[in-house]
């Protein structure tokens, strides 16, 4: 018989924050993908004995950097530059440099190899083709809910707001050198593993137990961390972590996305300390957000409310945006959430991507781009690429992949 299973939450201040950003190691002479995560991670280990910032993954062409915990978004940003600056001795050694986007555009998944982990393993085993598809690198944000009876009013809160997210990051328009005509592939591909994409959406938490616990009777997860839905309770650390968002190239538009997945948290948790209810949407309009999200990016028509409303993508943007103004001046973070704005202008992840691409023919100039854009920590106007390139500074090395 399946006894009953308590999930505690750990005690977490409210509105503490902690960002994992997931790094892409590229080999500076092909921009290809290299797997040498294990080489790096040995060498952080020995010169920074007590390190936190800097973690492995599953792939070994993947490192992560994860911040401290912190109550400012320029705080964690700094954790994550601290990281980087750690790392950039020891990848040029290798003739490795360090960016990300949600894919690779045109490394081969089938080359990839795992960390020598068994966990990672074991998911490979289980999902098979699916599992050797995973070469996606995505942001994770924690934002500390202080009491248990707010995580799923706040889940399903911000389950109405993951399409804007997910748009805003969209960063992996190409797959294995094919253009997918998706803004954010990443999330197709992610949905492949059984336990993720769009949140279950509970009322009470017993009934996320009881989900748990079917789950892990019957072997699909052996243990929490292995739901990966979108936006999931961390109950090991006391936070919602919203994961839906492809990674970034540049540490400005990481900032700008904590900040906007913070002021949400902490004005949804606002809204039910004034006894209000919160605003929530149907499951199967939320799948359909993420699609539309996925294909359209911020071109998309959104569906915003649970009465089936739709909207421009742009129209629901600046309203949010206004709304949590006020939270972001309490927050400290209203500069980095203001960022959002440049962002749409100069263009998100994938449309810088794609300017690059099609106006160069080639996904090394693509690659070589968000290179430029890590190093110099913002987005950079894909022109300045495009006017490198044609006047020679690159010359592709494996053809036209569009």
């Known amino acids: 018989a399946r006894g009953a299973m308590a999930i505690s939450f750990a005690q977490s201040e409210r509105s503490t924050l902690g960002v994992e950003w997931e790094l892409q190691l590229i080999d500076i002479d092909s921009e290809d993908l290299r797997q040498c995560a294990q080489a790096i991670l040995a060498q952080v280990l020995a010169q920074y004995p007590g390190n936190t910032l800097v973690h492995g993954e599953m792939l070994r062409n993947t490192v992560e950097l994860v911040s401290r915990k912190q109550t400012r978004v320029r705080d964690a940003i700094a954790d994550l530059n601290e990281g980087l600056e750690m790392l950039e001795p020891i990848t040029s050694a290798l003739r490795v440099d360090l960016t990300s986007a949600g894919s690779h555009p045109f490394a081969n998944p089938a080359h990839q190899r795992v960390s020598d982990s068994k966990r990672y393993a074991e998911l490979v085993n289980r999902t098979q083709f699916w599992g050797r598809q ?224 099609d106006a160069c023919g080639s996904l090394e100039a693509v690659v070589s781009h968000l290179r430029a854009e890590t190093r110099t920590g913002h987005p950079l106007d894909p022109q300045v690429t495009i006017n490198a390139f044609t006047e020679g500074a690159h010359t592709p090395r494996s053809g036209n992949h569009n």
């Open 134 to 357: 995973m070469l996606i690198f995505g942001t994770h944000v924690h934002v500390g809910i202080e009491d248990r009876a707010k995580v799923l009013p706040l889940l399903a809160f911000l389950s109405t707001q993951l399409g804007r997210i997910q748009a805003l990051t969209a960063s992996s328009p190409y797959w294995a050198g094919t253009d997918t005509g998706y803004c954010d592939n990443r999330a197709m591909v992610f949905q492949q593993l059984p336990t993720a994409g769009v949140p279950q959406l509970f009322t009470r938490w017993e009934e996320l137990e009881h989900y748990t616990r079917d789950m892990m009777h019957t072997g699909i997860i052996s243990n929490f961390d292995e739901i990966r839905w979108d936006i999931r309770p961390s109950p090991r650390l006391g936070t919602l972590e919203v994961r839906v968002c492809d990674s970034s190239s540049n540490a400005a538009e990481i900032g700008a996305i904590a900040a906007l997945i913070h002021c949400l948290v902490e004005y949804g948790s606002r809204a039910l300390d004034r006894g209000e209810e919160l605003p929530t949407i149907s499951p199967w309009f939320l799948a359909e957000n993420k699609w539309r999200a996925a294909r359209y990016g911020m071109d998309a028509i959104l569906i915003e409310d649970i009465h089936g409303n739709e909207r421009h993508i742009d129209e629901l943007l600046d309203e949010m945006i206004e709304k949590l103004r006020p939270v972001a001046e309490d927050l400290d973070c209203a500069e980095e959430l203001d960022f959002i704005s440049t962002m749409r202008s100069i263009g998100v992840g994938y449309q810088r991507q794609k300017a690059v691409a």
